[in-house]
């Protein structure tokens, strides 16, 4: 066979992109190639890197990667599954070859000038990335919302000191309780966290008063879970129906704002409706389910949440007018906090939690049942974090999610990894229910999903109020008035 150099044979000619498959005869190749690589510097090379077909050619390997640096090429491995890797000469002989993770791989050879710039950064420790706005992350490559987890971790640990901070706690809520029908208020979802802090308050003898906010979209598992739930733990409960023309003007508004806080009308109304229960019943403690340590924490760029925004999308993109809708805003938190007193619990915070044998319990003490993903219990929601965030803004709650059970050792970083390389699966069913329960035709909805993307910083909020209030929010998370969790979300190394 004649064998002849590349350069000989095509002499000076532009090359962009070289692509080789040659068994271990890709030194000689190279070594033909000298002056067309120097020629054009932003030549691309991608070639088959198998210790074995080198070794069989009589290559040594440790001089054939040598020699691939003195190109002055950047050497990156090309995976099938995940994003391009920068990679040096020590991590290819440790990871590549016979008996090794990998027989051969892809190498992709470029100008070092321009390396290869991953189109996300994932954190390395969780699986946040830069789908997320206002990531940062340190010299570790670790992102803010672990960082904020161990802050978190530290103030509410899970050791003996829990149990007695635990039972401290619970013996001044019943201590205000005295006398009262309730001792506290507890928001009910349906789903696992909110029907497992009942279940643990109960337990541990608090007279909790369960309050549902339906606005319409409860699946009729959820609606089961929270009757049975009640019911085994002889809990009282309250359920406020939202007026439903005002919320679906409401959530129709957010949807023509373009914003990716869409569900915000729900949250807002929750904590509304828990504090005026709390206030009009004398009751001093209301209980939030969030769970730093299974939930994560939210990234403000993803879901930012008051009741002026509310307002202010209303006034702009809703026709009805807003009477009944249990808003928040800066003169009823005044009135809950400091006129009723009211404050909220992270309980969940306070006590060990591992989902997965919580379901178990709650299936086998109180009829409760799984809905089939992460605040699925409503259909809006299931909705809002199946189709329209991926669609339309490329947001993956499953991300927060993941991250929080990779932090708290509930799943690994690969299986993590792995899952979110799949879409997050949606029914097409239930888009047409949600259009068909909005009122809304298909034509409506391609110009809101198409419309370009908006965010919070487009629409009056009580934001650069927040902002200018820093020092005094400071002092209120100091002395414990700001719950931690939302002074992190908003004011975390910012
Ligand atoms: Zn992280």
Same mark, same amino acid.
């Given at each position: @066979?004649?064998?002849?150099?590349?350069?000989?044979?095509?002499?000076?000619?532009?090359?962009?992109?070289?692509?080789?498959? =040659?068994?271990?005869?890709?030194?000689?190749?190279?070594?033909?190639?000298?002056? @067309?690589?120097?020629?054009?510097?932003?030549?691309? #090379?991608?070639?088959?890197?198998?210790?074995?077909?080198? %070794?069989?050619?009589?290559?040594? /390997?440790?001089?054939? &990667?040598?020699?691939?640096?003195?190109?002055?090429?950047?050497?990156?491995? /090309?995976?099938?599954?995940?994003? @391009?890797?920068?990679?040096?000469?020590?991590?290819?002989?440790?990871?590549?070859?016979?008996?090794?993770?990998? *027989?051969?791989?892809? &190498?992709?050879?470029?100008?070092?000038?321009?390396?290869?710039?991953?189109?996300?950064?994932?954190?390395?420790?969780?699986?946040?990335?830069?789908?997320?706005?206002?990531?940062?992350?340190?010299?570790?490559?670790?992102?803010?919302?672990?960082? @904020?987890?161990?802050?978190?971790?530290?103030?509410?640990?899970?050791?003996?000191?829990?149990?007695?901070?635990?039972?401290?706690?619970?013996?001044? =809520?019943?201590?205000?309780?005295?006398?009262?029908?309730?001792?506290?208020? =507890?928001?009910?979802?349906?789903?696992?966290?909110?029907?497992?802090?009942? $279940?643990?308050?109960?337990?541990?003898?608090?007279?909790?008063?369960?309050?549902?906010?339906?606005?319409?979209?409860? *699946?009729?598992?959820?609606?089961?879970? =929270?009757?049975?739930?009640?019911?085994?733990?002889?809990?009282?409960?309250? !359920?406020?129906?939202?007026?439903?023309?005002?919320?679906?003007?409401?959530?129709?508004?957010?949807?023509?704002?373009?914003?990716?806080?869409?569900?915000?009308? +729900?949250?807002?109304?929750?904590?509304?409706?828990?504090?005026?229960?709390?206030?009009?019943?004398?009751?001093?403690?209301?209980?939030?389910?969030?769970?730093?340590?299974?939930?994560?924490?939210?990234?403000? *760029?993803?879901?930012?949440? %008051?009741?002026?925004?509310?307002?202010?999308?209303?006034?702009?993109?809703?026709?009805?007018?807003? !009477?009944?809708?249990?808003?928040?805003?800066?003169?009823?938190?005044?009135?809950?906090?400091? #006129?009723?007193? #009211?404050?909220?619990?992270?309980?969940?915070? $306070?006590?060990?939690?591992?989902?997965?044998?919580?379901?178990?319990?709650? %299936?086998?003490?109180?009829?409760?049942?799984?809905?089939?993903?992460?605040?699925?219990?409503?259909?809006? +929601?299931?909705?809002?974090?199946?189709?329209?965030?991926?669609?339309?803004?490329?947001?993956?709650?499953?991300?927060?999610?993941?991250?929080?059970?990779?932090?708290?050792?509930?799943?690994?970083?690969?299986?993590?990894?792995?899952?979110?390389?799949?879409?997050?699966?949606?029914?097409?069913?239930?888009?047409?229910?949600?259009?068909?329960?909005?009122?809304?035709?298909? %034509?409506?909805?391609?110009?809101?999903?198409?419309?370009?993307?908006?965010?919070?910083?487009?629409?009056?909020?009580?934001?650069?109020?927040?902002?200018?209030?820093?020092?005094?929010?400071?002092?209120?998370?100091?002395?414990?008035?700001?719950?931690?969790?939302?002074?992190?979300?908003?004011?975390?190394?910012?």
């Amino acid at each position: @066979m004649e064998i002849v150099a590349l350069d000989e044979y095509l002499g000076n000619i532009k090359v962009d992109f070289v692509k080789m498959d =040659i068994q271990g005869s890709e030194f000689a190749a190279l070594k033909g190639m000298e002056k @067309m690589i120097e020629n054009n510097p932003k030549i691309k #090379i991608l070639l088959e890197y198998s210790p074995l077909c080198l %070794e069989e050619s009589g290559v040594n /390997l440790k001089i054939f &990667l040598n020699y691939l640096n003195s190109l002055n090429l950047s050497m990156n491995v /090309l995976w099938e599954d995940k994003p @391009m890797q920068p990679v040096t000469n020590e991590w290819l002989l440790q990871n590549c070859g016979v008996k090794k993770k990998n *027989s051969h791989l892809n &190498l992709f050879l470029q100008n070092i000038e321009e390396p290869y710039k991953p189109k996300i950064m994932i954190c390395s420790r969780c699986v946040s990335d830069t789908t997320i706005s206002d990531i940062v992350f340190n010299q570790e490559g670790v992102c803010q919302f672990c960082l @904020m987890h161990d802050l978190m971790a530290k103030k509410y640990p899970l050791d003996e000191r829990s149990d007695r901070e635990l039972e401290a706690l619970v013996q001044k =809520i019943k201590a205000s309780g005295k006398n009262k029908r309730y001792d506290c208020v =507890i928001g009910v979802s349906g789903g696992t966290d909110s029907t497992y802090m009942i $279940y643990v308050a109960v337990k541990a003898g608090l007279r909790p008063l369960a309050v549902h906010f339906d606005n319409g979209w409860n *699946s009729e598992i959820a609606v089961r879970n =929270i009757q049975n739930a009640t019911k085994a733990l002889n809990v009282d409960l309250e !359920t406020v129906v939202a007026d439903w023309e005002e919320f679906k003007d409401l959530q129709i508004a957010f949807l023509k704002a373009s914003v990716s806080d869409a569900e915000i009308p +729900t949250d807002v109304a929750i904590h509304g409706v828990l504090h005026d229960v709390a206030a009009k019943e004398g009751i001093k403690y209301v209980f939030f389910g969030h769970s730093f340590r299974n939930e994560g924490i939210v990234p403000v *760029s993803w879901t930012y949440m %008051e009741g002026k925004y509310v307002n202010s999308i209303h006034k702009k993109f809703g026709h009805k007018k807003i !009477t009944s809708f249990p808003n928040i805003t800066l003169w009823t938190l005044f009135y809950y906090r400091v #006129i009723k007193g #009211i404050q909220c619990i992270p309980f969940v915070n $306070y006590f060990k939690y591992d989902k997965l044998k919580v379901k178990k319990l709650l %299936e086998e003490a109180l009829g409760w049942r799984y809905y089939g993903g992460h605040h699925h219990e409503s259909l809006y +929601t299931k909705f809002f974090q199946s189709y329209y965030l991926p669609k339309k803004f490329n947001i993956d709650k499953r991300i927060l999610e993941y991250s929080a059970f990779i932090r708290t050792g509930l799943m690994s970083r690969e299986e993590a990894l792995r899952e979110l390389n799949a879409p997050y699966p949606y029914e097409e069913d239930a888009v047409d229910y949600v259009l068909g329960k909005l009122g809304l035709s298909r %034509e409506e909805f391609n110009q809101i999903m198409s419309a370009p993307r908006k965010s919070f910083h487009d629409y009056p909020t009580y934001y650069p109020l927040l902002r200018f209030l820093k020092p005094f929010i400071y002092v209120g998370f100091k002395l414990g008035f700001v719950p931690e969790i939302i002074y992190f979300k908003y004011f975390y190394k910012t």
